[in-house]
């Protein structure tokens, strides 16, 4: 087991996989074996992750999205929630991506993958480092919000007051957290992205804020 734990939580396909075991005739026998014993997780065909109870650590479904479908970042209500800018707990984890719309019912959850345009896709992508272990892309909190209003269907804004009223009754949004964006982000995201009325309306309110 002292191989697999030292992969830690970052997925692995079955390349990897087959390279610990090639001393073996049949390394994919071992691979099958490993997996319906529960020391590793099927994510997707080809990729696996290894089981907490090997290596002890809490799988991050942030950096299994990153893997799952690609290029991605994390966005929307769960980089909003992990950054405690809205309250309600997130049950699927959400991505942005430039690829087709894409959804993964799997072992450790669910996961979205959300097609935004391709100029807009790098504005405002962070790097969570986690323990200095690992790390995973993620959108700054001015792109999750400017992503949460671009994809949202039937979501019409058409003035500062009505944004705020989303921000406050709707996404119960942290709006004290408004003073410290980054407005040029905004601004980027206004130019390559879409709903460009309604993220306008955000930046209005960033400056009276």
Known sequence: ???LKNIGVVPINKDILYSLYGYLK???EKVSELEQKGFIIRIKRNLYVVSPKVHQ???SSELV???LYGP???SLDSALSYYGL???RVYSM???CTKLHKQYETQIGHFEFIKVPEKYFPIGIGIEIINNSYSFLIATPEKALCDKISTSKNLRIQSVRAM???LEEDLRFDMSALTSFDKDIIRKCIQFGRKKTEITQLLKLLQHV
Do not use: C, L
């Open 1 to 3: 087991m002292e191989k």
């Open 26 to 28: 049949r390394p994919d």
């Open 57 to 59: 650590v809490e799988i």
């Open 65 to 67: 999205a990153n893997h």
């Open 72 to 74: 991605s970042y994390i």
């Open 86 to 88: 809205i309250p309600e």
């Open 94 to 96: 959400r991505s942005v």
């Open 164 to 166: 705020r009223e989303y």
